[in-house]
């Protein structure tokens, strides 16, 4: 598989980045599959986004600025 031939929503999913929920008609048609794609990649883009945030105060702006909007309800998950 060339990552270069990849739509931008295959290349998540390839990533592990979306759910690997399946839907029908607003119904829900199987999950699981939450292994699929590979692992390497997932790891270092998660590692990429979080010295991101960390370490370059343009990401750390937009990150505060979005966790501001997200995190109202005392929900503080995924903070750097």
């Given at each position: 598989m060339s990552i270069d031939s990849l739509s931008a929503g295959k290349f998540a999913s390839y990533?592990?980045?979306?759910?690997?929920?399946r839907e029908s008609n607003g119904k829900t048609k199987g999950v699981g599959n939450r292994k699929c794609g590979n692992k390497h990649?997932?790891?270092?883009?998660?590692?990429?986004?979080?010295?991101?945030?960390?370490?370059?105060?343009?990401?750390g702006v937009f990150y505060q600025r979005k966790c501001a909007k997200v995190c109202r309800r005392g929900d503080q998950g995924g903070r750097a």
């Open positions: 990533a592990r980045m979306v759910d690997s929920r990649l997932s790891w270092a883009s998660l590692k990429l986004a979080h010295y991101a945030v960390r370490y370059d105060p343009r990401s």
